[in-house]
């Protein structure tokens, strides 16, 4: 099973910040199969990066992600209110299908 | 407009059954593998099982193994779990989703169960 560690576990920034969120795997991912999701309270995950790198439909473009192989990268260009979350990482490449940890973006 | 609404959940006691039930629209259900996926309190996000389009395969983590059943009614538009001999650590929010790939595109509201004596 392929672990997924994601750092670091809560990120404190003011708006207009740029976060960026760490995703590493215990092993190699094919074929960059890599998703990030965002999570508020009370909420179902949100699908926002697939394949590394491709944003879901409707996710605004500060979003971004890169990476390949065992390190990969979500990148929030400047936060809005709205971005306060919990962002989870997950590897799709290898049975099971795993998820990180998650990092909580806070309101410094 | 995709919708996946779950239902079923509830509290049971160790070692008890319950069947969850997500209901798919907007989309044509047979031409998707569904999956479920859940998050104990306070916790991060475990797959659980998934089922391809016509029935023919599932697969389950292995905490699940042997005691939680997948299946789907394409005609009825319906994706089921089964639960039986439940512990206290299944306690979660289980959720259906569904993708093109091995990620996750939509997701319904989730349903809580609850496992306790």
């Known amino acids: 099973e392929i672990v997924l560690t994601q750092s670091p576990g809560t990120l404190s920034l003011s708006p207009g910040d740029r976060a960026t969120l760490s995703c590493r795997a215990s092993?190699?991912?094919?074929?960059?199969?890599l998703a990030w999701y965002q999570q508020k309270p009370g909420q179902a995950p949100r699908l926002l990066i697939y394949?590394?790198?491709s944003r879901a439909t409707g996710i605004p473009d500060r979003f971004s992600g890169s990476g390949s192989g065992t390190d990969f990268t979500l990148t929030i260009s400047g936060l809005e209110p709205e971005d306060y979350a919990v962002y989870y990482c997950?590897?799709?490449?290898?049975?099971?299908?795993?998820f990180g940890g998650g990092t909580k973006v806070e309101i410094k | 407009e995709v919708q996946l609404v779950e239902s079923g959940g509830g509290l049971v006691q160790p070692g008890g059954s319950l069947r969850l039930s997500c209901a798919a629209s907007g989309f044509t259900l047979s031409t998707y593998w569904m999956h479920w996926v859940r998050q104990a309190p306070g916790k991060g996000l475990v797959w659980v099982s998934h089922i391809n389009r016509d029935e023919s395969s599932a697969t389950y983590a292995d905490s699940v193994k042997g005691r939680f059943t997948i299946s789907r009614d394409n005609a009825k538009n319906t994706v089921y779990l089964q639960m039986n001999s439940l512990r206290v650590e299944d306690t979660a929010v289980y959720y259906c989703?569904?993708?093109?790939?091995?990620?996750?595109?939509?997701w319904g509201q989730g349903t809580q169960v609850t496992v306790s004596s």
């Open positions: 989703t569904r993708g093109p790939g091995g990620y996750y595109y939509d």
């Open positions: 394949g590394a790198s």
């Open positions: 997950q590897q799709y490449g290898s049975s099971p299908v795993t």
């Open positions: 092993q190699s991912l094919s074929s960059s199969s």
